[in-house]
């Protein structure tokens, strides 16, 4: 029978987390905003990937003008 829908979507839920955090752990950032990301991400996994997706913290890689 395989493994339901919804746990195959909490799976990739919880990927996606764990690599916004590693994202986030060595991201230029300061250590108090990479605090409030990081629990951000913990405690709203969906939306919180989707906020530092659209607005987290970036590593310095990005020109900025």
């Given at each position: 029978m395989?493994?339901?829908v919804g746990g195959l979507l909490?799976?990739?839920i919880l990927i996606a987390d764990i690599w916004a955090i590693?994202?986030?752990?060595q991201s230029?950032?300061?250590?108090?905003?990479?605090v409030i990301?990081?629990?951000l991400i913990l405690i709203l996994?969906?939306?919180g990937f989707l906020?530092?997706?659209l607005a987290g913290p970036r590593g310095g890689g990005a020109?900025?003008?």
């Open positions: 395989g493994i339901e909490g799976l990739l590693i994202n986030v752990v230029g950032a300061s250590t108090g905003s990479k990301w990081v629990l996994p969906l939306l906020a530092w997706l020109v900025r003008t």
